[in-house]
């Protein structure tokens, strides 16, 4: 073999390269799996109107949905080994194969647990696109389409919510209570900039959310510094929706207890009973007492597609950011989430710094006017006031790092826009509505039966359906045996091919179920059916 000088093969004598041919091979052998996982769940959807699944062969009680075992059970069965020696293709497939065998099935009918389902065949094939460009959205150096898809995707989305400043948009991010923190420190830094470099100096920040908003405004609250205690909870109506009055009382007395109130998060779609706060009349106090209002929509915020849920986010205009994750109920593959604002200046003013070795535009370069945030030469004062006329004012950033906590960041944006490619706009809206009409059939089902009473209203306000089956109402002994209720029939279900989740209540836990656009009414009808069967056994 001819050699180099420095001891290394010569480029003639290397091997070629044969990357697409294994991954084609690779791909193949994978996809045959993949398929199908994917053609029993369609094939037990057939069944789920009885109540039960198709019986499949395991080392336990298996349906499509899952063969359950506790954890220890599991890691024997996986017998996942990471060898020193590479164990090649088949290696590679006998642990896919197990991955498959042991994992839930989300394309299941009967997977009706989580504020999720499974994801369609175009979000598959979005998602090996994405996985193939293998791309970090963070700057446009190295992300050139993968750029535009986000801003274009998300200056849409934000359209759609009546952010239609010319500098409204948005960003990825890497979840919903992601999107919220994120928020918040935006709020922050935009609202006293001084934060960024001097820290809080004496401040007490408050921030206020429904008493059943999610739990990431307080832990968010915990990371930044303020503290369980600086979060507070507004109390909500019988409908489970913020008390817009409450907000005001609550703002007044903390503004006359020194403390610095500054953000709002009202919730639209909220994740036990689904309810959509009033953002008028939220950002009505907002507006008054100037606090950023944050309107968290990781749930219910695709409402906006649907003509006839879309009047729920009434208000939504005035928001300063908005988070809504499509990987939710669009069935967008996980993760994929947005955060929208009225003006993407604010989300730079507060996550930019200097970083040379990353952001490379210079004032003299037409090109990176529009390619960058701060330049490798910013001035010290990398944070200006905000009446501070900075260069970066009045253009697009195009590094889209310079806008969020994180500096790399997968193109998940594009997933939401090769589906809504696929689909249109009319598509997910049909999609939506199909996913109401069915939790409505299900809370239908539920309040004509003597045996369930109806938690959710009826129709609900979200893709949930909130419920109890055999409710006792002797005091606590009561809330006692609805719990024991709840608790033992959702884990009777899994074996008989559905799993459902539950909630606390001040009568005990209830059930909580959640459809999709790809629920049938058969598989609700079933539901109900194997409710009925399994809980005749369940002693309370």
Not at 100 to 109: A, E, R
Not at 120 to 133: E, N, Q, R
Not at 504 to 525: I, L, Y
Request: aromatic letters at 8%.
């Amino acid at each position: 073999m001819a050699m180099q000088n420095n001891g290394r093969p010569a480029a003639a004598q290397q091997k070629p390269l044969q990357r697409a041919d294994e991954a084609e091979d690779l791909l193949d052998s994978v996809k045959a799996s993949v398929i199908q996982f994917i053609r029993a769940a369609d094939e037990d959807a057939a069944t789920k109107g009885e109540g039960h699944g198709l019986q499949r062969d395991g080392q336990g009680p298996r349906t499509t949905l899952v063969e359950h075992h506790p954890p220890k059970k599991l890691q024997k069965l996986l017998d996942l080994h990471l060898p020193d020696q590479g164990q090649g293709k088949d290696g590679l497939l006998d642990a896919v194969n197990k991955l498959l065998k042991y994992s839930v099935n989300t394309w299941d009918q009967g997977f009706l647990d989580k504020l999720y389902a499974s994801t369609t065949p175009v979000g598959l094939a979005a998602d090996l696109l994405l996985s193939s460009l293998n791309t970090n959205l963070h700057v446009y150096q190295v992300s050139p389409a993968l750029t535009i898809v986000e801003k274009q995707t998300a200056k849409a989305l934000a359209t759609m919510f009546g952010l239609t400043g010319p500098f409204a948009g948005g960003v990825s991010q890497p979840g919903g209570s992601a999107a919220n923190q994120t928020s918040m420190v935006i709020a922050r830094n935009c609202l006293f900039p001084e934060t960024k470099t001097k820290g809080y100096e004496g401040k007490r920040f408050v921030v206020f959310t429904s008493a059943h908003g999610h739990y990431s405004a307080e832990k968010a609250a915990q990371m930044f510094g303020f503290g369980s205690e600086g979060v507070k909870s507004v109390p909500v109506d019988a409908k489970g929706c913020m008390k817009p009055a409450e907000l005001e009382r609550m703002v007044a007395e903390s503004l006359s207890a020194g403390e610095t109130p500054f953000y709002v998060n009202a919730t639209a779609g909220t994740t036990v009973l689904g309810s959509f706060d009033p953002l008028d009349a939220i950002a009505d106090v907002c507006e008054k007492y100037n606090l950023w209002l944050h309107v968290d929509g990781s749930w219910g915020g695709p409402v906006i597609f649907s003509e006839k849920q879309k009047h729920k986010l009434a208000g939504s205009h005035r928001a300063d950011t908005i988070a809504l994750c499509p990987h939710k109920m669009m069935s967008v593959p996980l993760t994929c989430t947005f955060l929208l604002g009225n003006d993407l200046r604010k989300f730079h003013k507060g996550m930019t710094l200097p970083a040379g070795y990353l952001f490379h535009a210079t004032d003299d370069d037409e090109d990176s006017h529009d390619s960058s945030a701060i330049a490798s030469h910013a001035p010290s004062d990398a944070h200006p006031p905000p009446h501070h006329n900075h260069h970066t004012d009045n253009r697009e950033i195009f590094d889209l790092a310079d806008l969020t906590p994180q500096c790399g960041r997968r193109g998940d944006s594009l997933k939401l826009a090769l589906s809504w490619i696929y689909s249109g706009t009319s598509g997910y809206a049909s999609y939506i509505d199909a996913a109401f009409a069915t939790a409505a059939h299900l809370a239908d089902l539920i309040s004509e039966h003597p045996d369930f009473t109806l938690v959710s209203e009826n129709p609900p306000p979200c893709l949930q359906v909130c419920f109890y089956f055999r409710k006792q109402r002797e005091g606590q002994g009561g809330a006692k045996g609805n719990s024991r209720m709840t608790e033992e029939v959702s884990r009777r279900l899994v074996p008989r091919g559905f799993m459902v989740d539950y909630a606390p209540g001040e009568e005990g836990k209830f059930f909580r179920v959640v459809v999709s656009g790809q629920t049938r009414w058969g598989t609700v009808e079933g539901l109900v059916k194997a409710i009925e069967e399994v809980g005749d056994g369940v002693e309370v």
